[in-house]
């Protein structure tokens, strides 16, 4: 799976990166961004630019909903039958803000889908922010608005459906409640895939040097779209940018080669907390106060 590190260049800076084979589904090389450049849908569909994430948590626990007793049982067997996991690691407790809803879910929510995102062959940026993002998407359970679950709407889901291979268990799932873990892994996939298509897919997640930015740009091109949410993440670049006397980019609400180069020389750690927290600043009022948690827990990495 793992491939070898090799370099970009931006502004004369050399960073190395680690590489992640494409295998058959990627873009070869990367492109350049263009004005008015979109990572949309095949099939000129452009429903997956409007962004599939939205918060199903409400503001406060159902607590009409009963707790499952042994949801930590479950979780602890999981665990000791998976010794390697992430489940021991940074991955072994969902984020701190959504414990609670998580606990109203099937036992080992968390935990299965975990297991089910180190099962696909994905690079560990994209494991780390797919976890996060269905945490945040308040895990299996039912938008109380809609149809949604994890944050996969109807929409994606008929989207991902029609491009899954022949033969594919997804092709008969009809409700984003009724996915499997697996399944859930394969449409955020497919999300990516089509959001950063001119840097060669959801793969392009995994050549960003830090993990927790990788998923604070991951959860904002879900929650905001890619359209919206590329706007959030260039402008958040060039707020940084301009602080190191850095030129800015080009705003296009396009996610290019610059985009990603820029999140690769930006997430060293002389840059990382600015980067979370300019990120955060945009996000704060384009959501609900309800999700402003979300976004407060993306920015607190440092």
Do not use: C
């Amino acid at each position: 799976m793992h491939g070898n590190a090799y370099t970009r260049t931006v502004n004369g800076h050399t960073v190395e990166v680690s590489s992640y084979d494409r295998r058959e589904r990627a873009k070869s090389g990367t492109a350049a961004e263009k004005t008015g450049q979109t990572g949309g849908s095949t099939g000129g569909k452009t429903n997956i630019l409007t962004g599939q994430g939205r918060s199903s948590l409400p503001s406060t626990p159902n607590t009409n909903v009963p707790a499952v007793a042994n949801a930590k049982v479950v979780a602890a067997d999981l665990r000791e039958a998976n010794p390697d996991s992430r489940l021991h690691t940074d991955l072994a407790e969902p984020p701190p803000f959504v414990k609670e809803y998580l606990k109203l879910s099937p036992p080992a929510t968390w935990e299965n889908m975990v297991l089910a995102l180190e099962q696909a062959d994905l690079g560990p940026n994209r494991v780390f922010a797919y976890a996060n993002t269905f945490a945040a998407e308040g895990g299996v359970r039912k938008d109380p608005e809609g149809v949604a679950s994890s944050g996969i709407t109807g929409h994606l889901l008929s989207d991902a459906r029609g491009a899954a291979p022949p033969g594919s268990p997804l092709k008969s799932v009809r409700a984003p409640v009724d996915l499997t873990p697996d399944q859930r892994v394969q449409v955020y996939d497919y999300y990516f895939d089509n959001a950063l298509a001119s840097v060669g897919g959801a793969i392009a997640l995994d050549e960003i040097p830090d993990k927790q930015v990788a998923a604070a740009v991951a959860d904002t091109l879900f929650r905001h779209g890619p359209t919206g949410g590329t706007l959030i993440v260039q402008q958040a670049i060039n707020t940084v940018r301009w602080a190191e006397d850095l030129a800015g980019i080009n705003l296009t609400s396009s996610f290019g080669d610059q985009t990603l180069t820029s999140l690769v020389l930006l997430s060293s750690s002389a840059t990382k907390a600015a980067l979370l927290t300019a990120i955060a600043g945009f996000r704060d009022n384009r959501v609900r106060p309800s999700e402003l948690r979300r976004v407060e827990y993306f920015s607190t990495w440092k």
